[in-house]
């Protein structure tokens, strides 16, 4: 596609459901991020795939998170049981090959989680 | 470890007028990339412009050009006739060379005023 695309674009659930976001970056980019921007702050790291692989899984902020990316493409990011402080908008983003001096992210509107 | 500070919540700016957004940053590396973010209502993070650390030269895109100072480590956007569609939140980020990692700030709200 011509951007980064993410489903669903809002998302209102029960506190302790489980739900499932989706990513859909870039053609080609082999780089995925995902963070978390709570209301009125800035961006909060997650995880970060190159490939299929996370190097890096440093930000998940406990185990009830998860993501997984198939295909070098789309990726999920799943909180199981989710709490009320879950919520928070979910960006994904995707660039080229991050290691490269040219690299620069690109970002989907996000997915707004709203935890009753 | 990298920091990136945006010290303005909020900023509001007479339409035409020119702004200027504040960002400073703490690192001891040498190789590394500075980053102006948009984010309007719609939510989309959309990149204004990128410095490399070892250009002397201020990027430029347009209306929007930054002031790097890196002795200062210092890096401000400024904005030349405002225009409405540029209120938005606006944030900093900072990436090591030769590495995925991305750090943001806090972000700072710009108002333009008709």
């Known amino acids: 596609g011509a951007g980064v695309s993410q489903s669903p674009s809002n998302k209102v659930t029960e506190k302790g459901k489980d739900v499932e976001l989706r990513c859909d970056p870039i053609s080609g980019h082999t780089a995925l991020y995902w963070y978390r921007q709570s209301l009125g702050q800035g961006l909060e790291f997650l995880i970060y795939?190159?490939?299929?692989?996370?190097?890096?899984k440093s930000g998940l902020p406990s185990d009830r998170f998860s993501a997984e990316r198939t295909g070098g493409s789309v990726s999920t990011l799943t909180i199981q049981r989710t709490q009320q402080e879950d919520s928070a908008v979910y960006l994904c983003?995707?660039?080229?090959?991050?290691?490269?001096?040219?690299?620069?992210?690109?970002f989907g509107p996000g997915t707004r989680l709203t935890v009753l | 470890a990298q920091t990136v500070t945006q010290s303005q919540p909020e900023m509001s700016v007479q339409e035409a007028e020119t702004v200027t957004l504040s960002c400073t940053y703490d690192?001891?590396?040498?190789?590394?990339?500075l980053f102006w973010y948009k984010q309007p209502p719609s939510r989309q993070m959309i990149l204004v412009i990128r410095?490399?650390?070892?250009?002397?030269q201020n990027a430029t895109e347009n209306r929007f050009s930054v002031n790097f100072q890196k002795a200062a480590k210092s890096f401000s956007l400024k904005i030349s006739d405002s225009q409405l569609g540029d209120a938005a939140m606006y944030f900093c980020a900072y990436r090591s060379g030769g590495t995925y990692k991305y750090i943001f700030g806090t972000g700072t709200r710009l108002k333009v005023l008709a």
């Open positions: 795939f190159q490939g299929n692989s996370a190097p890096d």
């Open positions: 410095q490399e650390a070892y250009k002397q």
């Open positions: 690192t001891s590396e040498s190789d590394y990339y």
């Open positions: 983003a995707s660039s080229l090959e991050a290691s490269e001096s040219t690299d620069t992210q690109y």
